[in-house]
């Protein structure tokens, strides 16, 4: 109950954000020329943020090449100094590769050191915001599926070795200074993860995010998920994921370094098995690097 008021409470501070900004939006749109056509309004610095993916794109013929790291915990009985406060542990590593088929479809294709999982996605751009307001939501559809080919002791066939995802992610640039995402979630494992007795094979989960501009090129990111599940409980010993980051874009790189109560990187295992309290220290460094390379063909003008 306190984490779906938590919820709830997010979401109603999101509306009343949107109408102390729309001004400032306005005023932002407003420094347009008439004659300037509307063009997509670029809500984050990045495709992803601490938890999740954003509805940024890659465009075409273009390659997004990305490391994600989760250390182990700070604090707590597994953290402290004897362990440089979890630097000399590594949770999660997450090397993906996404690539732009057209300015508003990519595919992308991970691979997480937990559960040895190799995902591949598919991502569409169906709505993006535009600089005259005429749409002022993004919407980007994403379907995914990974497999845990090496689990063979856990998972006996290659099918119950599969997980599956679909999300909408749906943000709006409020102003230059804060844009905000909801992402409604599905997620299904074809053999309940974690193998724990009365766990759902499928579930619900929502997450919302958040990028607070504090320079050009900086950004303080916020992240929160709640799987809305009977048995993802405190009861039983499950924790909603919570994340902030700080942001930085340096040329054709970008660099988040974050804070984290939850071991796993991709969504999959994340939504699905997160067990990771603060309160018991069990928070932990990541960082995550991402690096664009273009394969889009120039020509050189010649001298006439």
Known sequence: MKKSIALLAFLTATVAVKAQTKSAADSLMATMSAGDKPVPVAIFKSTRLVLGKTTEMIKKNELNFQIIHRFGDIAGTNGGGSTAFGIDRVN????????????????????????QLVQLELKWAAIQQ????ASPLAVTLVGGAGAKPYQTATFPTFSSRLSYIAQALIARKFSQSLSIQIAPTYVRNNTPFP???????????????????VSKRAGIILDYAHPFSNFRTTANGFEDPIGIGYEIETGGHVFTVNVTNTNAI?????????????????????????????????????KE
């Open 92 to 115: 999660d590593v997450f090397f993906g590769f996404e690539y732009g088929l057209s300015d508003r479809v990519n595919v992308n294709l991970g691979r997480s050191t937990v559960g």
């Open 130 to 133: 535009t600089s005259d307001d």
């Open 195 to 213: 193998l724990f007795v009365g766990n759902e094979q499928a579930f619900f989960a929502l997450q919302a995010s958040a990028r607070i501009k």
């Open 266 to 302: 991709s969504e999959m295992n994340m939504l699905s098995n997160n067990q990771y309290r603060f309160s018991k220290g069990q928070y932990r460094l990541g960082f995550t690097i991402s690096r664009m390379f273009d394969f889009n063909h120039k020509t050189k003008k010649t």
